[in-house]
């Protein structure tokens, strides 16, 4: 596991996690230091160099890109083949800018994918930090972004993920999606935030008179996460937090979890929404948003559609005769530039939200989801980091018709000193959970079964479908272990049923009827 902070990179071993760690000590220069903090930056939260890009490039090394004391900064890092080859440091020689791959300012985040040696990062671009966009470098393809200071593209996004979703068996149709928040361009007095998915296709070129050198193909429409009222008034969580994709065995349709919050003066809480990809293509195949003049409403467009159909990859199932996107039509690329938003918004797996807490003194920050083989079925469990420093352990079962049934199976405090929860990953494989905030990194179990208590029964009310009563405690469930010695049912969580023969002390005892 690699890990960034201000001014190190870390190596961790994840088969002997307190062994000791490779380190690359990577500071910004004394002088570039002195620079940053003569232009007004704080020495120590802003004038560092804070490693905000890890990707791996092959077998052998890592690109990384760090803030460098607001002048950002990239290199390879040789990690050698094995853990066991116990090599890391840095390539000096191989330094270049790191301008459209990592923004100058450590509060703000990067989000990045490395695909086929090309670097796609959204980031803001400039020192001031008023220029955002989605960049392509590196690579063989023309460097590309989204049209500049064009707020109807990007109105100052905070981005929060980017993940290559194939859309057919055809290369050509591939598409990079981008997840982020931004503010609406409709009440510049009070700004609102809306929530966003946008793509762009990986073999755009560009335009070839008009969106030179700028994304030909970029859309994007609202996610909305909402609670439906009785009276037909939703109640809108807009400000997306982070998001988790779930790969299915269909690598063309995995299942998007998101997490959002609300902080308006009348309603506070946080939400965790499904997406499916079925529901997003279809807001992207469906009309465009259209506004003539700044007093108009939006409406979909209904004019004449230009061929190819904007937003469509050169070369693919549709336009297997276009090879590059310099070789639409004009209409085609004017088009795009004036009309980058779809009008129908994506809404979640039955319309509404999976978990909702609202009246309570914190919010969710982070999720990373789990698929778990029980008894009784497979289950999703959610783990959800919070901004007071704990991961909540969900799960949500189907009671009936679309009814659902939230259970927080427990919450626990993973740093000493809280501090709002930054990242999470999941390692199935090591059956653990990491967790980092802005002071430290640590890992706890992804099940404790001990802690349920010593009984069949309590076991079998703790509803884990990590869990299950093994004849003697409360342990790990496994699929392939005898099915007469295990006692679960996280289902209906009923001990009455799964304890017969087994006493409060986990011994057997006679039933008389």
């Avoid at 990953?425 to 179990?445: C, E, P």
Wanted: a neutral charge; aromatic letters at 10%.
């Amino acid at each position: 596991m690699y890990v960034g902070s201000k001014d190190y990179i870390l190596s961790l071993d994840l088969h002997d996690i307190n062994r000791e760690p490779l380190i690359i000590h990577w500071p910004a220069s004394q002088q570039r230091i002195d620079e940053c903090v003569l232009s007004g930056k704080n020495n120590n939260g802003e004038c560092g160099n804070f490693i905000r890009l890890i990707q791996p490039w092959n077998r052998t090394h890592l690109y990384v890109c760090g803030t460098g004391a607001y002048n950002p900064v990239c290199t390879f890092v040789n990690r050698g083949r094995k853990a066991q080859d116990y090599i890391f440091y840095l390539e000096p020689e191989k330094l270049e800018s790191g301008k459209g791959k990592c923004s100058y300012d450590p509060k703000v985040d990067t989000v990045s994918a490395l695909i086929n040696e090309e670097l796609y990062a959204g980031v803001y671009i400039d020192f001031m930090g008023t220029d955002a966009a989605i960049f392509r470098t590196m690579g063989k393809q023309t460097a590309m972004r989204t049209d500049q200071y064009n707020s109807r593209w990007l109105n100052d996004p905070a981005f929060v993920h980017a993940k290559l979703i194939p859309d057919s068996a055809e290369k050509n149709d591939d598409k990079l999606y981008f997840f982020f928040r931004e503010k609406s361009t409709d009440s510049p007095q009070s700004p609102v935030v809306y929530s966003r998915i946008g793509r762009i296709c990986l073999n755009d070129d560009g335009g070839h008179c008009c969106l030179v050198n700028k994304w030909s193909t970029f859309l994007k429409a609202r996610l909305i996460c909402s609670v439906p009222g009785p009276d037909g008034i939703e109640t809108h969580f807009d400000e997306l937090q982070d998001v988790f994709i779930q790969q299915t065995q269909d690598v063309k349709n995995p299942i998007i979890y998101a997490v959002f919050a609300a902080s308006g003066s009348v309603f506070k809480g946080s939400a965790v929404c499904v997406y499916s990809m079925a529901d997003i293509r279809m807001v992207f195949n469906g009309p465009f948003a259209h506004k003539e003049g700044p007093n108009y409403q939006w409406m979909p467009y209904t004019g004449k559609m230009p061929y190819p159909r904007p937003g469509t990859c050169p070369g693919g199932t549709f336009t297997p005769s276009m090879k590059s996107t310099k070789d639409y039509p004009d209409e085609v690329i004017n088009f795009m530039r004036t009309h980058p938003m779809m009008y129908n918004g994506v809404y979640p797996i039955h319309r509404q939200p999976l978990v909702v807490r609202t009246n309570v003194k914190y919010k969710f920050t982070t999720i990373a989801v789990d698929q778990v083989d029980a008894a009784d079925g497979r289950y999703e469990v959610l783990f959800l980091g919070t901004d007071r420093g704990t991961v909540q352990k969900v799960i949500v079962l189907p009671k009936d018709d679309l009814e659902t049934e939230e259970l927080m199976l427990e919450e626990v405090e993973v740093f000493k000193v809280p501090a709002p929860i930054k990242t999470m990953t999941i390692s199935s494989k090591r059956q653990q959970l990491y967790v980092s905030s802005a002071i430290g990194l640590t890992h706890l179990a992804l099940h404790r079964c001990d802690v349920y208590g010593e009984a069949c029964a309590d076991c079998c009310l703790a509803r884990d479908p990590y869990c299950a009563w093994d004849g003697k405690s409360c342990s790990r469930y496994s699929a392939s272990s005898k099915r007469r010695s295990r006692r679960q049912d996280v289902r209906h969580g009923n001990p009455i049923r799964q304890c017969r023969g087994y006493n409060s002390n986990g011994g057997c005892h006679i039933l008389s009827l």
